[in-house]
């Protein structure tokens, strides 16, 4: 006979924080602001990528950064050079970003005058995967240093975003990365993915990638 109850709690957070984030990107919906979730490892270039990103569109969209961290500003500080409007998330230790983190953060921006805003995650491929934010697209950053095995090893976070990429692309001659076997293996594990080889340094890519965003905003604000 069982002398003790077993519950479900991760089962129940992850049912109520899906509920808070649907009910989020209806009001981003409502009010045609897109928010995009990037994800990736420490030091694949997520900051670089943003600044990149903040450059392309700038001219064409009004956008607004939400950097989350366990501690420190220092992401905030680098963007808020750009004169981009921006917000540093503190998590108190958290690893990821939820639904409910992620509004207080949007509302601490204020939206009322954001086309295009991105989160960008706490650094690991393992809580932010599971955790969905309310965002209208998710993304993540595979760099080239990390190597061309990370899909097997972290297969949820590749299954959940809606875009991968690759980035410090102008280093791959200098390591051993297999570029046609990471879009085989992520093809195969989600067949909707799109994948962009970029360089956050060099600027390769970039094009293809605010391209991308651009299309999304717009069906985002038409649809």
Not at 20 to 36: G, I, M, P, Y
Not at 110 to 137: M, R
Not at 148 to 155: G, M, Q, T, V
Not at 198 to 204: F, N, R, W
Request: net charge negative; glycine share 6%.
């Amino acid at each position: 006979m069982d002398t003790y109850k077993v519950l479900e709690i991760k089962q129940s957070v992850f049912e109520d924080n899906d509920k808070q984030a649907n009910l989020l990107r209806e009001e981003l919906k409502k009010d045609k602001t897109f928010l995009l979730n990037l994800m990736s490892s420490p030091g694949s270039g997520k900051t670089t990528t943003v600044l990149r990103t903040i450059e392309a569109l700038k001219d064409e969209m009004r956008i607004g950064i939400l950097e989350a961290d366990i501690d420190s500003d220092v992401d905030a500080n680098t963007v808020s050079k750009t004169g981009t409007k921006v917000i540093q998330l503190h998590t108190g230790g958290m690893c990821h970003l939820d639904a409910d983190m992620t509004k207080q953060g949007l509302l601490g921006l204020g939206t009322e005058d954001v086309d295009f805003a991105i989160l960008e995650n706490v650094g690991n491929l393992v809580c932010p995967a599971e955790f969905d934010t309310g965002a209208s697209k998710n993304v993540m950053i595979l760099s080239v240093p990390e190597g061309h095995d990370k899909s097997l090893k972290y297969p949820l976070m590749f299954s959940i975003v809606d875009v991968l990429l690759i980035n410090k692309m102008d280093v791959i001659d200098y390591f051993d990365f297999n570029l046609e076997s990471v879009k085989e293996h992520v093809k195969k594990l989600n067949p909707n993915i799109k994948v962009f080889p970029i360089s956050s340094k060099t600027g390769e890519g970039i094009d293809e990638w605010a391209n991308w965003i651009r299309t999304e905003v717009k069906n985002w604000n038409v649809n």
